[in-house]
């Protein structure tokens, strides 16, 4: 099976056997949900970044928020993202990731949140899941 062949429901071979599955923590995080959230970015360390294949079954939005969190990660561990993140647009809407921010909060975030996240029209402090 190759990154281009991975069905929807598998987890993506991202390094020899370490997985990762970019739906896991695009649910957790839409959810609300910081623990499985940073859960799942400690178990992604090692990860090979540039071999995580693009998600098949995610909605426009959910795809935007898979692409930037891979790119943001993998700039942190001083890798490449993979190739087709740079083909992935913003979300619909800005989606603020921090829940209940206010106003001045959320046009804070717009400032200084990750460059992959602006670019996609999402909002998160700057140093959102980071786990060093």
Known sequence: MTAETTPADAPSKASGSKTVDLRDVVKAVLSGDALAA???????RGVDWTRVPRPTDLREDELALAAALVELLAERSGQAAPAWTAQVGPAHAPLCL?????PRLRKRLELESPEPMRRRNLFAPSDYLRMD
């Open 98 to 102: 921090l829940r209940g921010a206010g």
């Open 38 to 44: 940073r859960q799942w970015v400690l178990d992604a």
